[in-house]
């Protein structure tokens, strides 16, 4: 087909209603190469991610629900950007400046993705630019129970190339936790293509933080070397996910954060291939770490297109701090110091095999 005449564009159309009224809108990118991304400003969420397959035809390869007022719930944080701290925070509880802080205990005794409140059932300010849109957020002093009044702006920006870029721009004006991720869930083969068990990965770390019952780090640095958690030759997310191992078990799957060697420098750290579709995305990032979750316990009923998601459909490749670290002297500090900026890119791109 002549993709020639199509130029990068931005279109936004009405989307749906918040709660209270607002007006929810979808911004759709697409590029030269007929891709397109649809970004909702309801939790700066990516509803959908349309990518050529090996054949030339748009397959969606992120989960997602279609419709506003589950993304106004959105359980399991499907596409969406999750803050101010995701992951899992232990007991709830962290102290910063000598101050305690306590969260809602939402997933056992820890905090998890701090909720309730979290960002992606927010409506962010959204302002289009040429082959991109910017989603702003203002979370006051206190929010969630976390200090500061903090502003981030997320820049999805789509390539000619089939990359969609994330770049996260932050601040505060007191010292606070700032751990913000993309959540979406990716299926290679399309998003109600059934489980991803068959689809391969590959991963570039050596080490992963192993986790306790209630999938907190305990602080150890773990070799991959003869365990489930070894990616670092391209391998099916099937071929060891029921393993008898202690870490799998705990999990009930993947649900691991993975140690990467990229030290800061913007790098590509992971690829994961549809076994039928011939599409392969690489993850690129300078964050320290990446949260593997292979949608373990997911299952919802109400997916687009009157799909259903079942455990195992997607990936979740969230390129972040590593979980808990406010309680980990040894892993790197997700603190956000007073009146700095902090910037960080990470981006998934997209070809065919």
Same mark, same amino acid.
């Given at each position: 087909?002549?993709?020639?005449?199509?130029?990068?564009?931005?279109?936004?159309?009405?989307?749906?209603?918040?709660?209270?009224?607002?007006?929810?809108?979808?911004?759709?990118?697409?590029?030269?190469?007929?891709?397109?991304?649809?970004?909702?400003?309801?939790?700066?969420?990516?509803?959908?991610?349309?990518?050529?397959?090996? !054949?030339?035809?748009?397959?969606?390869?992120?989960?997602?629900?279609?419709?506003?007022?589950?993304? #106004?719930?959105?359980?399991?944080?499907?596409?969406?950007?999750?803050?101010? *701290?995701?992951?899992?925070?232990?007991?709830?509880?962290?102290?910063?400046?000598?101050?305690?802080?306590?969260?809602?205990?939402?997933?056992? @005794?820890?905090?998890?993705?701090?909720?309730?409140?979290?960002?992606?059932?927010?409506?962010?300010?959204?302002?289009?630019?040429?082959?991109?849109?910017?989603?702003?957020? *203002?979370? @006051?002093?206190?929010?969630?129970?976390?200090?500061? !009044?903090?502003?981030?702006?997320?820049?999805?920006?789509?390539?000619?190339?089939?990359?969609?870029?994330?770049?996260?721009?932050?601040?505060?004006?007191?010292d606070t936790l700032a751990n913000l991720t993309n959540h979406s869930y990716f299926?290679?083969?399309?998003?109600?293509?059934?489980?991803?068990?068959?689809?391969?990965?590959?991963?570039?770390?050596?080490?992963?933080?192993?986790?306790?019952?209630? #999938?907190?780090?305990?602080?150890?640095?773990?070799?991959?070397?003869?365990?489930?958690?070894?990616?670092?030759?391209? %391998?099916?997310?099937?071929?060891?996910?029921?393993?008898?191992?202690?870490?799998?078990?705990?999990?009930?799957?993947?649900?691991?954060?993975?140690?990467?060697?990229?030290?800061?420098?913007?790098?590509?750290?992971?690829?994961?291939?549809?076994?039928?579709?011939?599409?392969?995305?690489?993850?690129?990032?300078?964050? @320290?770490?990446?949260?593997?979750?292979?949608? !373990?316990?997911?299952?919802?009923?109400?997916? %687009?297109?009157?799909?259903?998601?079942?455990?195992?459909?997607?990936?979740?490749?969230?390129?972040?701090?590593?979980?808990?670290?406010? *309680? *980990?002297?040894?892993?790197?500090?997700?603190? #956000?110091?007073?009146?700095?900026?902090?910037?960080?890119?990470?981006?998934?791109?997209?070809?065919?095999?």
């Amino acid at each position: 087909s002549d993709r020639k005449g199509i130029k990068m564009s931005v279109e936004k159309k009405f989307y749906g209603y918040t709660a209270d009224q607002k007006e929810i809108s979808s911004y759709t990118l697409t590029n030269k190469s007929g891709m397109k991304a649809v970004l909702l400003d309801i939790g700066a969420v990516i509803e959908s991610l349309l990518v050529p397959d090996k !054949n030339g035809n748009l397959v969606d390869v992120v989960l997602g629900f279609g419709d506003p007022k589950l993304y #106004l719930e959105n359980n399991g944080s499907l596409g969406a950007v999750v803050g101010r *701290h995701a992951n899992r925070i232990a007991n709830a509880t962290y102290t910063l400046n000598g101050v305690t802080y306590k969260l809602e205990a939402n997933n056992g @005794p820890n905090n998890l993705h701090s909720n309730p409140g979290s960002y992606y059932k927010r409506l962010w300010d959204a302002k289009i630019g040429e082959n991109s849109v910017a989603f702003t957020l *203002h979370s @006051p002093d206190g929010d969630q129970n976390y200090p500061g !009044n903090f502003t981030v702006t997320v820049t999805y920006t789509l390539s000619d190339e089939n990359g969609l870029s994330l770049k996260y721009d932050m601040e505060s004006d007191k010292d606070t936790l700032a751990n913000l991720t993309n959540h979406s869930y990716f299926n290679m083969d399309g998003h109600d293509s059934g489980d991803v068990l068959s689809q391969k990965v590959w991963i570039d770390a050596d080490q992963f933080t192993p986790s306790d019952a209630t #999938l907190i780090p305990t602080g150890e640095y773990r070799d991959v070397t003869g365990t489930p958690f070894d990616f670092r030759t391209e %391998k099916t997310i099937g071929q060891d996910i029921h393993a008898d191992d202690e870490q799998i078990k705990n999990g009930g799957g993947y649900d691991h954060n993975y140690v990467l060697k990229t030290d800061g420098m913007f790098a590509k750290v992971a690829s994961m291939t549809g076994a039928k579709s011939g599409i392969v995305m690489d993850v690129y990032t300078d964050m @320290p770490g990446m949260q593997v979750y292979t949608a !373990n316990g997911t299952t919802i009923e109400c997916g %687009k297109n009157k799909s259903s998601y079942k455990p195992f459909c997607g990936a979740c490749f969230e390129t972040q701090f590593f979980p808990d670290s406010i *309680h *980990h002297e040894n892993f790197k500090s997700c603190v #956000l110091k007073a009146n700095t900026k902090f910037t960080t890119v990470t981006e998934y791109r997209f070809h065919t095999v």
